[in-house]
């Protein structure tokens, strides 16, 4: 019962780099998020999709890209990583009609 | 807009004492979901206790209670005989249950130290 899983956990990126955040659920929930946590700050919606094909803006999108091809993977995708994007990435799902979301692990990264 | 104020950043509880964590919203819809998350210092999102705006009664999950005053727009948590592991980050988020993208918003957390 593996729920949602993220990967890497940690990662250093240098100033320009790119890099994917991977997110798996094993829930066959159809609504995902990706949130950054700052430090000392609560979460900030970055992306969400309500479907496979569907992807939104959340509050907080600059700089970031999603795709959802497959209801089970939501990947975010860092474009010229930058020092305002070391941060905290969560990942969630819940399905339509309830309430709880479920979050994975995180992934700390960190652009210096 | 919704936006979830939490107002402690930082309380203090002696072991086996209850501790009330404030939270105050706003919002317009009638239809919204608020919801209680504890972040240890291992950094993942614990989901603790919901309670949806059209509940009559308080939400209780163990020692966990959610003391909900719609008028005055709160829904503060109650934490009764508080446990050293108890000392974490508490966020208070709400989720409109009427919109179609169903994400929570935060609040920036109060964090909770349990004293033995």
């Known amino acids: 019962n593996a729920g949602v899983t993220q990967t890497p956990k940690f990662r250093i990126l240098k100033i320009g780099q790119s890099m994917t955040l991977q997110c798996t659920q094993d829930?066959?929930?159809?609504?995902m998020y990706w949130y950054r946590q700052d430090p000392g700050m609560g979460l900030k919606l970055i992306y969400y999709s309500v479907g496979a094909g569907i992807t939104d803006k959340g509050e907080v999108p600059n700089g970031y890209n999603v795709s959802r091809s497959t209801t089970e993977d939501f990947p975010l995708r860092l474009e010229l990583a930058a020092p305002s994007q070391t941060s905290v990435y969560f990942c969630?799902?819940?399905?339509?009609?309830?309430?709880?979301?479920?979050f994975g692990p995180g992934t700390r990264l960190t652009v210096t | 807009a919704q936006k979830i104020t939490q107002t402690q950043p930082g309380m203090f509880v002696q072991e086996k004492e209850a501790v009330t964590l404030d939270c105050t919203y706003d919002?317009?819809?009638?239809?919204?979901?608020l919801f209680w998350y504890k972040q240890p210092s291992s950094g993942e999102m614990i989901f603790l206790i919901y309670?949806?705006?059209?509940?009559?009664q308080n939400a209780t999950e163990g020692r966990y209670s959610l003391n909900f005053q719609k008028a005055r727009k709160s829904a503060n948590l109650v934490i009764s005989a508080s446990q050293l592991g108890d000392s974490a980050m508490y966020f208070c988020?709400?989720?409109?249950?009427?919109?179609?993208?169903?994400?929570?918003?935060f609040g920036k957390g109060t964090k909770l130290s349990v004293k033995p």
């Open positions: 919002t317009s819809d009638p239809s919204y979901g």
């Open positions: 829930m066959n929930h159809n609504y």
């Open positions: 969630a799902s819940t399905r339509r009609g309830t309430y709880e979301q479920y």
């Open positions: 309670q949806g705006s059209y509940d009559q």
């Open positions: 988020a709400m989720r409109d249950l009427g919109g179609s993208q169903g994400n929570l918003i």
